[in-house]
């Protein structure tokens, strides 16, 4: 198998933990309408949302898999890890630290 120069390389943990974990959070916000719903049915169902919710949840399973399937999203949320990547490796700071506030003097 011959490597792509241009192309970074990426650790097992990045492709098979980091870049999914980005999908499933972007996928989540893009399928926000049937996580809503699903989420509702299952609130007024109680104990028998396993037999009530089968509609929200195929529709909600229907999204996220059309996400998880793309390969456009999924070489969108690469891109989107290898420039945190990119960003922590120079400032050292997690984005998570990064984009946080910072309280405001008293």
């Excluded at 049937?34 to 989420?39: A, G, K, M, R």
């Excluded at 195929?58 to 399937?69: F, H, I, R, V």
């Excluded at 400032?91 to 309280?103: E, V």
């Amino acid at each position: 198998m011959a490597l792509d120069p241009a192309e970074p390389h990426l650790r097992r943990v990045e492709k098979d933990v980091l870049i999914p974990k980005i999908m499933r959070e972007k996928a989540r916000e893009r399928c926000s309408e049937q996580v809503q719903d699903f989420t509702k049915c299952c609130k007024d169902s109680g104990i028998l949302e396993v037999v009530k919710c089968q509609k929200e949840n195929s529709a909600l399973k229907e999204c996220l898999t059309a996400y998880y399937n793309d390969p456009d999203f999924h070489e969108e949320c690469k891109m989107e890890y290898l420039k945190e990547r990119e960003e922590f490796r120079k400032t050292g700071i997690p984005t998570k630290k990064r984009l946080r506030k910072s309280p405001t003097s008293m």
